[in-house]
């Protein structure tokens, strides 16, 4: 008895090997429905099973990252359960859900734990869909590719080719459609494999920093033209800080290095909002240049620091991005809602596209379609993936997920 939810379906955006995979083993078809939504509303596939032969028949083609395990199920237990994943050596984690009792759970979870398995902290029912978000939060393994947090010298990362552009999808929220990326610094170590940005950012010098910008744009540059030997044309965006974009040459890096085809949409280079602010004269002037070239100014984060778009407007830029902390909750928040809705409203007014920055809940993008925002990434859709598997989803294979896509 299985039912497989591949979290991408009809129009919905899709690539081969981004989102991570769940099994639910749950005799109660309502029960797992429940977990399936919360868990297709981040983007992550499912698998549904009413018994645990079936499950286990199909543990190794499904390779799931986490299994929700009923303690009771209509022919067997959680415990026969345990015994069989320990068996198939099982390396992701388990999930129990049950309306047993505290202790029962506990003991169970123990059991789990002496077979060898990773077991999660217990789940009582009834319950709602905030506890497999809970879930979802905590567990690594949904949540992307580890990254490791050794110290590492951006030089020597820059000097020995070790930099890598990870690129987060950017989609259209009205058209429901993948229409850009932000790309990402990354740095693949030979030995502590890919490294997170403040292990090489940290300690970085201010002309460590500026080679990185340089580097970063040459590689959006480039890849883009990958991309659209692939097929795809998308719109790249990468992250400068103002203080950086004031020492680049970064008008003559576009001339040299922009893609000469007449499709090139052009470049987004991000700032934060109260970076823009320091100089708006230099910043303008940097900003007028480069839209000679295709290439536009975005500001990060907005609504974080202490300005307002009237201030804003004098800067010629085409995007602002509504800060996560506002994003996060906006559906059920009033304060939240309130405050996206007027960036959206007056973002508008200016011409200007709004996107939605750490979308993480279905609840959410609905609500911030429903006020007209323009773009939106985060979690929800996908977190930041390689080139091939953004070309992947692109063109249209599981699994980055547009939610209410028809």
Request: glycine share 8%.
């Amino acid at each position: 008895m299985q039912h497989s939810n591949t979290a991408a379906t009809g129009s919905e955006l899709s690539g081969s090997t981004i989102a991570p995979h769940c099994m639910i083993i749950e005799d109660e078809a309502g029960i797992r429905s429940l977990i399936s939504r919360a868990l297709s509303g981040h983007g992550i596939t499912v698998s549904e099973f009413g018994d645990v032969q079936t499950a286990i028949s199909s543990l190794a083609k499904d390779d799931p990252k986490v299994i929700f395990l009923d303690v009771s199920l209509a022919d067997s237990d959680a415990i026969d359960a345990i015994r069989e994943l320990a068996v198939h050596k099982f390396s992701g984690a388990v999930q129990l859900i049950s309306g047993q009792s505290a202790g029962t759970l506990a003991e169970i979870k123990k059991i789990g734990e002496r077979h060898g398995l990773r077991m999660c902290s217990p789940i009582a029912k009834p319950f709602t869909a905030d506890a497999i978000y809970r879930v979802i939060a905590q567990e690594e393994s949904l949540a992307g590719p580890a990254l490791s947090e050794h110290p590492v010298s951006l030089r020597d990362a820059l000097r020995k080719g070790w930099f890598e552009l990870w690129y987060q999808p950017k989609i259209d929220l009205q058209k429901r459609t993948l229409v850009g990326a932000e790309g990402l610094a990354r740095v693949r170590h030979p030995e502590h494999g890919l490294v997170a940005p403040k292990a090489f950012l940290t300690d970085a010098s201010q002309s460590d920093l500026t080679e990185l910008a340089a580097v970063g744009v040459m590689t959006a540059l480039r890849e883009w033209s990958i991309f659209l030997e692939s097929g795809v044309n998308l719109k790249l965006a990468v992250n400068v800080s103002a203080s950086v974009l004031a020492k680049l040459p970064v008008a003559s890096l576009i001339r040299t290095y922009r893609p000469k085809d007449d499709s090139w949409p052009g470049l987004i280079l991000e700032l934060t909002e109260d970076e823009a602010l320091e100089d708006i004269d230099a910043i303008k002037e940097i900003a007028t240049q480069l839209s000679l070239y295709k290439v536009s100014l975005s500001i990060d984060d907005f609504g974080s620091g202490y300005s307002s778009l009237k201030r804003l407007r004098d800067l010629p830029f085409s995007e602002l991005k509504l800060d996560r902390c506002f994003v996060s909750n906006c559906a059920d928040n009033e304060q939240n809602a309130k405050i996206c809705e007027t960036v959206i409203s007056l973002g508008h007014e200016f011409g200007i596209t709004v996107t939605g920055e750490g979308i993480e809940k279905t609840a959410d993008l609905l609500a911030l379609r429903k006020m007209g925002c323009d773009l939106g990434q985060g979690f929800l859709f996908s977190p930041a993936v390689e080139r091939g598997d953004l070309i992947a989803a692109a063109r249209g294979r599981p699994r980055i997920r547009v939610p209410g896509a028809t």
